[in-house]
């Protein structure tokens, strides 16, 4: 089991309660730019946050994660084909999907023999996207501070790749021409608690909590909590998306 994989499997329910939904219009968006709505499959799906909107869109969505604790999390009602898959070794015929999709995950593996496995499993006219959102936007002084434990007590504890998501995966290359994906972005009113959950599923969060045996998130939370204002009420907290898409077999 890799390093990434243990860590977030560790935190699967936390990534259940806790990580935004993405917008209903970028699904609607995959649904249009696929040569057809047979069959989907969602790489690295963690609980489902893609996987389930794909599944009101497309006949058959397969949903696929290297941890077996993150395909727990999904609710065992959907109608989601889960396994526990490597993303360069999927267990699929090739040219059987009309879309594949790697949400907040693709950093993790962009490598060419993932892009080659991604084509061969895709239909000649199939597309790929995936996606990924850096740091929440909130107001200015709860930014300043998430950047500051984003980018000075976290620093070093972040695992490899982590650098493309802070890059808007420009930093990443496919062998196939990207295409544009319109400016999709996450919009969500949080309460200040639900921040604070969302902080605690870093990755580099779990890290440094391990080796110092302290919760990092609770050192901040004073003065997040300030410059929240009143904790009672919710904030609108927004992440821009940044895309890598395209249709590998033209």
């Known amino acids: 089991m890799s390093d990434v994989t243990r860590l977030f499997g560790e935190r699967a329910s936390g990534y259940a309660s806790f ?22 499959l969602d790489i690295a799906c963690g609980n489902g946050q893609a996987s389930q909107p794909l599944a009101a869109r497309f006949e058959q969505v397969l949903a696929c994660d290297s941890s077996e604790q993150q395909l727990g999390e999904i609710n ?3 109608a ?19 879309l594949i999709t790697v949400a ?12 080659a496995e991604a084509r061969r499993c895709l239909r000649a006219d199939g597309l ?8 929440m ?20 504890y972040w695992p490899a790749g982590r650098a493309c998501v802070d890059n808007g995966y420009r930093d990443i290359h496919p062998d196939f021409p990207r295409i544009r ?24 969060v779990q890290r440094w909590e391990q080796q110092h045996q302290q919760d990092p998130v609770s050192m901040f939370q004073p003065a997040l ?12 907290v927004r992440w821009p998306l940044h895309f890598v898409a395209g249709y590998p077999g033209l």
């Not at 995959?30 to 047979?38: D, G, K, N």
């Open 19 to 40: 990580r935004p939904q993405y917008p209903s219009a970028l699904f609607d968006w995959l649904a249009a730019r696929s040569p057809q709505q047979q069959r989907a």
């Open 76 to 78: 065992c009602a959907s």
């Open 80 to 98: 989601l084909q889960l396994f526990a898959a490597d993303a360069r070794h999927l267990p699929l015929q090739s040219a059987s999907l009309d």
């Open 104 to 115: 907040q995950a693709l950093h993790w593996f962009a490598d060419p023999a993932f892009f």
């Open 128 to 135: 790929f996207c995936a996606w990924c959102y850096g740091l």
């Open 137 to 156: 936007q909130i107001n200015p002084a709860v930014d300043a501070l998430v950047r500051e434990l984003h980018g000075e007590l976290l620093a070093g």
């Open 181 to 204: 994906v319109p400016d999709f972005a996450i919009q969500l009113h949080w309460s200040f608690e639900h921040l604070l959950g969302y902080l605690r599923t870093w990755s580099a």
């Open 225 to 236: 909590a300030s410059a929240w204002g009143d904790i009672r009420q919710q904030l609108l």
